[in-house]
């Protein structure tokens, strides 16, 4: 199985740099057009079937991805960032740059937030279940720390080492029973490069 990682859209937040954990905040009319963009390339792939975080900014990409039909799952939503959701990396940084550099690397999670642990065997159990049935090409529309805990989980990078995943961007992996998991493409973008994605 290959499965096609794809983050949503920019989001308002995102735009204003502000953490948004699992409060649904919408597209903003750049993740619109991000999600717009990559429509052709998830086309030609052509996924058997999709599946989607159920907050909007997912959804939405997801049905302008083309996958209208995505099942629509609460496993696959961001990390739940607790007392931070809404405040600005500058805000929560200027309080405590370590707590936060701390949560960017899995190690610390926010007061009344969700730990890496527990985040990740959510939303790989989430794949695990979408293994029982064959596809050759599976379609997750999800958010930039789903992507960097499943490269955690098959790929045993540390999330210290990912950098944040680009908005509307595909990463694939190959899961082959009994083999390695393999990384066939990270963080690609039909329009430009992004090293300075928003988290």
Not at 38 to 53: D, E, F, N, T
Not at 115 to 120: E, I, L, M
Not at 167 to 194: C, H, I, M
Request: proline share 6%; aromatic share 6%.
């Amino acid at each position: 199985m290959r499965v096609l990682l794809v983050r949503h859209g920019q989001s308002e937040w995102n735009a204003a740099r502000r953490l948004q954990g699992q409060a649904d905040i919408a597209l903003s009319d750049l993740g619109r057009q991000q999600a717009d963009a990559l429509r052709p390339v998830i086309q030609a792939i052509g996924p058997c079937r999709a599946i989607a975080s159920d907050l909007s900014r997912a959804a939405e990409t997801a049905n302008r991805l083309g996958a209208s039909d995505a099942r629509l799952t609460a496993d696959l939503r961001e990390i739940g960032v607790g007392d931070w959701t809404g405040l600005s990396i500058d805000e929560i940084t200027a309080r405590d740059q370590a707590a936060y550099l701390g949560w960017r690397a899995g190690t610390a999670s926010p007061p009344g937030g969700e730990s890496w642990p527990a985040f990740v065997g959510r939303v790989a159990g989430a794949i695990a279940a979408e293994q029982q049935t064959p596809c050759t090409n599976l379609l997750v529309v999800c958010h930039g720390g789903v992507i960097r805990a499943l490269l955690h989980h098959f790929l045993a990078l540390q999330p210290a080492h990912i950098i944040p995943v680009g908005p509307a961007s595909l990463t694939a992996l190959r899961l082959v029973e009994g083999k390695p998991a393999r990384l066939e493409l990270f963080n690609y973008r039909p329009d430009r490069l992004d090293f300075e994605a928003p988290d």
